[in-house]
């Protein structure tokens, strides 16, 4: 809870510092604020704020929080180049109110805060995806997201609205024990709302046949949002779905889990086959986000089944940071909006580091072995086996095919020659976090457990 | 034991010092070569008495391959048969060194070509003596490397290289046989021991001559020995095989005097005498020796009557006679091949050598039609030529004649019928050998002016050779003298070689011939020699240089053509097998192959390219795909309830 | 046939009509004007059911703020008949399945399993019982919103202060204009 | 043992950042004193025990089933040897050109994987070798390749790899889960059995996973266009390590595995694999492209191997051990033929090639022993003991396909001596006439591998003895299990 | 009988909740397509209202009172978003809004 004050009040002050003449000065107090809200989530000061009914510090949330505000860290420091009237004071204040929107998903204990959550997510974003103003592409992506965003938001309430017919409640805790002593003698609307709801998450984490507007809003939105949208809204969406799944409805989950192993098929599939055809990377990455969304959303059910999140969220550790690798090295690459294949010609001429760097993320994506990518999926892929053994083989069949498209990206960088003169930018704090990024994978995937049981002791000690 | 290392070792040793001081001892590399074979002969010579003395015995060296049961030794195996061959081998192969140290004065690569002589003497060495049948095999392989490269020793020369590749690949196609007779024998025997295959042959001839079942099935021994002999085909230039045989005279004609003549071909002989406990039980495989044998014998003379070139009417003829040794061991007449196979060393030795001498003289010139008259230019080699001659047609008490008369004496108490035509075969040989003789040494000198001033006797070191080889080709026969003629005591080499373990333990020959029965048939062969030798040599010596150029027609045509078998096989085999590779290369790759993997990548491309039709960018469509979605998902729930 | 049953109708009849209407109008303003309906409607469907804090927000927000917004805008831009862009029957009549599909699916769950509802949540319920007199009443409202519900309430903040921010950040006119 | 799985490692690291001028001389002290050290663990080698140099550390890959596991058995061991061997001679072959660090580099990450592969005791570590040892190649073939269409070769051969790899990963997932253990170490494994439709499923995916890389028959279709397109090196480190890696993958995977033995999947690998065999003799026939030759006559040498694992004899076994060690020099040394050929000509077509033997007659002679002993024509070069013993196993499996199978040796011999005939002899054609002259380094190079095709010909019971063990082993473990 | 069931508000809300929907695929008008959303929304009120009554509970009013605020916020954005696109593209048009694809 003091967390989100800290950010919100952060966000406040960066939106403030642009009429400080210093133009780094928002920059810094978003580092400043997020710092001190690690700091916090450390001392886990909480100064009585306490809302069990609303929301509450799991050691989940707290694991997922510190990942989130990780990740929106690295996402401050990173240095970028865009026009000088981009207004990053705004930018950066808004995606501190979105983090807010994510925080409050990562601890939800109501359908409210899952409905504010969501919208002080997505609300944000819907700006920062038009927030290069001048450029069509970006408004267009901004407009998109809106009316897709909004539409299943109208499927979102409709659901709360059902299931709260129901159970005529929204804390977590009340709608699980209505569950409980009704057994299955639940009304059909419950039943609908709840499909609702999930269609609703399963929109916001682009999982397909819900996923039309992440390709193209991925596209179009500056990448520093793209990172954005792939890294902390992909973990606030996922933790949601988590939380459907087995928190507000866990005894459906029984009845309903098989629908959802269609959808992940459907998403493997489409990630994998579209991402092929594309030339855009940013396009392509949006693809392969799919397909690895509906790995994230496997890990869920699997957790749920084995009994193990571990795997949901090593999942969701290894495909963030690896994703935050990629957008950031492409954001460093990007040559107006949009990047193509050929705008990563020869970038390990230039800049070897960063290029094996963006090649560790990559492997990462396509689950090679020695990267976090690999246990991730792997463990996934072990559990898909066993509840369906060809949902095993298309998931495998996916990873075939995307890494086709991931090859594509890392033969560009390594063997074709470009002499892009952007390339010559050194970036030195970029270098560095990139490549403390990518050992950080590499740790993930060859030690994985010094990771997990660090993280383990600290959030549960 | 140490004799048996130092005969193995010297020639080994002779090669590699060839082979790398080759080009710095110059000539010198010849005298070394041919000592080194000489200290081989020596021991030979020592451990024949050792052998005489004291019986057979095993030289081990260590184990080559030891596999659960099978025990492979790196072992020779030193017996009447191979001490018997380790002497033709090594002194032939001394003489034929000396020879060509001659021969190859003016060559450049002296050195290397005294280096694969060595090389070979010491495979074919290996492939005698060996114990069993790697060992064997090593020598087998040994000599048709060593082949290889002599053929196409004149390494510049694309068609000589042609020639040594068909000669290896001919061979090889043999090996498989072999290769597989072995395996045959591992499976079922357990062993590729000699000793120990001969004695469970041994047992099993035992049992059967009791009128019982042997211990394995005669079909059994019907593949292996089948095998074996397809192998002893490659090997000896049986059909279908023969074909590289008379390629193979692209080398220089020492080579085609010691391997293509004398030793490495004869190698399929002994490997069947080597086994021939084995063949006994097959009375199927021996006849299908018989068949081919009497076969090739008459092929090969045919050809051999309407060559031109007079190393190839000596390819011919050794094809021809080797086709008869065939024949007796199809009989059954182990020694009596084993006989030819000795005097046969001898004088078509002595025939190739004499025939290089020629061809020395002639400045390189191989075509009988471009000699005539040498007689008086080059008398020794002419008087050993004659002599060759004479004893291959068999003229009465020279080599040939004794060995060839014990063959179709065999032949005659097995069946008239394949006398008939083994005497018909000995009967062609006649007129090519004189016509040959003939036309090389008698009438008008028929080559160009400056081949005629340049004929010249051949050194001293190549004569000395064709002196004692002639020698032995007058009084080979007396190794193994018929009984009318000797009996007894001279009977010792087949005698002696009956002694191996392969033969030893077959039943004891019952010869139901009368003695008036082996004079006549002695008799005809003399006069049939007689009649059609002279006949030929004044049908030849008379021809003129026209009649002999003019062109052929019909059969004559056909044989100069070598029944065009040549062009057959290159129909047969070697085209469709090149049609085939390049139709796996083009169609079978390109159609079949690739597109298990560029298919399915065309699929998705395609698949996502279609796909990327619906994401079109339109919002109402996005928003449509979500209600559909969402009905079809509602619709699904609907069968729940 | 009480009063109630007879307004109940006659609003579900407008709200109805009108948000059909919405749909179907031509001009985008005719649009507006029926939405303001639907919402007059809705509002009397929230009096019925009383709330009336819920209905009277819903004039002030909804039919008061939002729609004039709407209203402004498309004044703004100048919209009309015109040049209301339409689609084409085929995508209307697709569009008609896709929905009455959704809305016909629905309705046939719904009638499946009708049987156990309304059923006994389980906490201080007043299923069956009378409600308070003061039930939609601003005050009780506002007490729950500032003590049980003050997390959320001051959440909204952030939800609002983003999208200040944000409508302020998309509004402001760029420094350079592109070229 | 550890130190010498994890130096290449290290190795790599230091290539990857030196100068580019001194890389090449510290790459082949490193890869040398590697093959010294090698030679070492292979004469230390204690048949008695069956896995050597173990080392187990749980610490490794925790919740995948993974551990760092590691450990030679006797055919282990061999192909540690042959990995420092070839790694060696890769350096040898590169020290003539100029390739950067990188080059170095992917060459020593690659050793590092290939010791992982041929050493790891738990499946998971094994894949996590096998996907290592794939990146570096990719990265050489792509870099240093040439040729047209290298694009579309290359993405021939990762799409081959890739999805095999997967299979492979499928397969293990398949079986750890069927088998309810969830362990990956192969001790444990060997003591838990499939039956059924998974044991299919899971022999006929390792077959599809190590058979694009062996490769057997209908899957090679990767190989003959990387090869023509790959450097000479990285057509060395593919054909002379990489097959071996699906070929000991299979003795170690998936023939310990068999409990019903599969008969008919048994027949139909080994009558793929001697299809393969002589389809590829055939296509090598004819071929004008020094390297593709080499890549068919790998596709038909590896199909003989295949053929004898798949005969589950402890002949065939000791064929397989010996023959992949014997292919691994033997095919390095071809290569490197044909490079210092192409080196020396600028051309590797055969028609343009023709009469070196006058240009350089030691050279002609060391490729001649090395061709023979590639066609395994004497018994007494190395070629020959492994096809022998791989020939009969098939022959004792069944004498038709045995007759099939030896047909190679015809033809083996029919394809390269064409190519030593064409290149070698014959008239000195344009391209040879200015033929640089062979160095005095290359000569040695190829000298030593001579010395070793005799040496092993002569005396291959060295070999077999170290592979005894492991032979012995997987026919026990087959006969238990079969009976 | 009593008309103001919860079963004839939730079918009500269901059909306003579709109609919404049909407007949502129909209109290619940005701010007609936002305004059908809206609709949708107000279903969502309705039934929430409706439930409240139900159950006696004021929490369903509490939560019409966030979704009215929440869909202030967005028709804010949303239409701050509108007006810029229709200075950039000149037009609202969802069919011309295209450019980002495949």
Redesign the interface.
Known sequence: MLVILILFITGLCTMFASLHPNKALPKYLGILGILIALVTLHLRLGLGLDFPAFFTMFPLTRIMTVIALFLILILFILQRKYEKDYDWSAVYSLMLFSTCGVILLLGQQNLLILFLGIEIMSIPLYVLAASKKTQAASLEAGLKYFILGAFASAFLLFGIALVYGTTGSFVMNEIIHIQNINGVQLPAYFHIGYIFIIIAILFKMAVAPFHFWSPDVYDGSPTVVTTFMTTLVKLGSSVTMYYILVGYFRHQFDNYFKFLLPIICVSFLLGAILGLAQNNVKRMLAYSSISHIGFVLTGIILGIALQDMSLFVFYLLTYTLSSLIVFSILDYIENGNAVFLDHLNGLSKHQPLLAVAFAIGILSMAGIPFTGGFIAKYRVLTGIYQINGWMFAIGLLSSAVAAGYYLKTLNRIFFYENNQENFAIKNIYLVVIMVILSIMILILGTLPELLLQGIHKYFLA | MILAKILILSPIVGFLINLILGKKLGKASGILGTVAVLISFICAIFMYQKVVSDGAYEVPFFTWMHISTLHIGFSLWVDELSSWMMLIITGIGTLIHLYSIGYMSHDKGIGRFFAYLNLFIFSMLMLVLGGNFIMLFVGWEGVGLCSYLLIGFWFKNVEYGHAARKAFIMNRIGDLGLLMGLFLCIQNFGTINFNEINSIAAGDLALKASGQLGLYQPYIYTAITLCLFIGAMGKSAQIPLYTWLPDAMAGPTPVSALIHAATMVTAGIYLVVRNAALFELAPFTLNTILVIGMATSILGAMIGLFQNDIKKVLAYSTVSQLGLMFVALGVGAYTSAMFHLTTHAFFKALLFLGAGSVIHAMSGEQDILRMGGLRNKIKLTHLTFAIGTLAIIGAPFMSGFFSKDEILEKLYNHSPVVWGFALASAAITIIYMVRVYTLTFWGKFRGSQEQESHLHESPSSMTLPLIILAIFSIFGGLFNLPHILGGGLSQKMAYWLSNINSLKVLPPHTSHLSHSTEIMLMLIATAVVLVLGSFAFLKFKKQTNDQLVKPRFGFSLWGEKKFYVDELYHNLVVKPMESMSDFCFYYVEHYFIQPIVFGSTRLFYGVGQLLRTAQNGNIEYYLAYIAVAVVIILTSILFVF | MDL??IA??AF?AI??IC??M??LARN?IY??IF?IL??FS?TG??V????Q??AV??II??AG??MV??LF??M??N?NASN????SLL??V???F??????I??????L???G????????????G?A??PD??YVK??GK??FT?????FE?????????????V????R???T?N | MQLILILPLIVALVAFFMPNKLVKEFSLAFSGSFFLLSLYVLFKYDPLNYYNFIYYNETFLVGTGGSLHIGLDSIGVMMFALTNFVIFYVNIMAWEKTYTRSFYGCVFLMQFALIGVFASLNAILFYFFWELALLPIYYIVYKWGNGKELNKTFVRFFIYTFVGSLFILAAFILFAVETKSGSFEITEMAKNSLTGKTQILYTIFLLIGFGVKIPIFPLHSWQPSTYRKAPAEGTVLLSGIMLKMGLFGLLRWLVPFQDDALPIIQKVVIILAIIGTVYGAIIALRRNDLKLIAAFSSLSHVGLITAGIFAYKFVGFQGVAFQMLVHGINIVGILYIFDIIERSTGTRYLSDLGGISSKSPLFSALTLIIIIGTIAVTPLTNGFPGEFLLLMSVFLYNPILGILAGSTIILGAAYLLRVYQRAFMGEVSEHVSNFKAVSAFDLTALGFIALLVLVLGIYPQFILDISANGSQYLTNLLELKNN | MNLIGFENYLWLASALFCIGLLGALVRRNVIILLMCIELMLNASNLLLVVFAKMFGQMNGHIFVFFSMLVAAAEVAVGLALIVLIYRKFKTIDSSFLDNLKG
Do not use: C
């Open positions: 109630t049953n109940f109708i579900s709200t109805l948000a059909l919405v749909v985008p649009s507006v939405l639907t919402m809705l469907h929230y019925l059911l009383q709330a804090f819920i927000i819903n927000v909804y703020a939002i917004l709407f805008v498309l703004l831009m919209m209301e862009p339409n689609k995508w209307k697709l569009a008609g896709i929905s009455g599909g959704t809305l699916t629905l309705l046939v769950i719904y499946k399993n009708m156990d509802i309304p059923i006994q949540p389980t906490n201080n319920s007043a299923l019982a409600l308070p039930f939609g009780p409202l729950m919103l049980d519900y003050v997390f959320p959440i909204a903040s952030i939800l609002f202060i983003a999208a200040m921010v944000g409508a950040f998309l509004g402001s760029e420094k350079r592109d």
